[in-house]
């Protein structure tokens, strides 16, 4: 089997790399988890995760993101669009510095949302104008609260107009429990909670018509945002039978034909993300468990310097002495950071995602975690300017 490395670039990936990202995902059974970012914080924290983990990393933008990416003061309509693209610039200015491969990918989109959605394509038709591939590598479409026939009817007519430009769709197909921007599904019938073989196989026959480059993410009983436990069951070996239906309906030689994607993961243990991903789950949603990781950061830095951050002058020092330093964002907004950083990293361990890509260089250089090489040309260059200095004084010394 290739080595991902070998086989993907590392900065922010589109087209036929995310398709052979996924591809290298579902045949060794693990899963890149798409961490909810709201910030330039945030996503450079996912960065650094996959960085430190070895790993390939999707960073995705919801519609609320965007607007928060924006700025909250500000309310114009296209206010999502802007901010998501915002941060998708972001990424795109600096994962290249970090030396693993980037999905950028925009999170839940429901029916009233479709104005963000067609403002992100327009992005995408803009950029690949110029560059020849699209802003973001992937979107998401969430029709999931209309019924079946007219789901996949607007998902297949996105997906002809991103087709073109290579760029992954995903879709939502069954009802996820819980609420999520502005969608509530807390009080539906548990019977419901589950996706059947024959819904997942009618996408399939009409997004493959188009291209291979999507993904379903189907209903296990899995619920958005915090839960308490035992209000539904997650059954994530229902997904094994999405696939033997698949198989048997396509008379495939492919044990998995479908990529699959979990939402609504927080709070599920070890053995049913594990289960998941065996049975295809190729991405992971984590949003609950990143933001509380990353405001913990800082309420243990707050608890441990309280005392310091009372005030512009004076601490437990001295009545006179400055707190700068324990106020500056640049240090309280690290510690949110470092520990959004381990949560993220704890996510790869659990998706087996950890190892999987050794990181190129990066541009401006990360502290080297493999075997030391030999010096830098910069070093090298260095040390050549020193000795011919070197040799230039002497010269000079013999010559007086
Ligand atoms: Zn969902």
Known sequence: ???????????????????????????????????????????????????????PVIIQVSNGGGSFMLGKGCKDPDGATAG????????RSVAKYYGIPVVLHSDHCAKKLLPW????????????????????SSHMLDLSEEPDEENIAICVEYF?????????????????GGEEDGVNNENVDPEKLYTSPEQVYAVYDALSKIGPMFSIAAAFGNVHGVYKPGNVKLSPERLGKHQEYAKKMLSSSLSKPIY???HGGSGSTDAEIRTAVVNGVVKMNIDTDTQWAYWDGLR?????????????????????????KFYDPRVWIRKAEESMVKRVMVSMDKLSTTGKYEP??????????????????????AAGAVLGSAATLLIKVLTK
């Open 84 to 91: 998501s693209v915002a941060l998708a610039m972001h990424v």
């Open 300 to 324: 243990v830095y707050e608890k441990e310097k309280h005392a310091y951050l009372q005030g512009q002058i004076g601490n437990p020092d001295g009545p006179d002495k400055p707190n700068k």
């Open 117 to 136: 959605f067609d403002g992100m394509l327009k992005a995408d038709e803009e950029y690949f104008s110029k560059f020849g591939e699209p802003l973001f």
């Open 260 to 262: 699959l994607v979990m």
């Open 160 to 176: 002809k107009r991103m087709a073109p430009m290579k760029i992954w769709l995903e879709m939502e197909i069954g009802i996820t």
């Open 1 to 55: 089997m290739a080595s991902l490395s070998d086989i993907v670039p590392s900065g922010v990936i589109t087209g036929d790399d995310v398709l052979t990202l996924f591809e290298h995902a579902r045949a060794n059974s693990y899963a890149i988890p798409a961490v909810n970012c709201t910030s330039s914080s945030t996503a450079n924290a996912c960065l650094e995760a996959a960085r430190k983990a070895k790993a």
């Open 360 to 381: 190129t260089e990066g541009e401006a250089g990360f502290p080297q975690t493999g075997t030391p090489k030999g010096p830098s040309p910069v070093v090298l260059m």
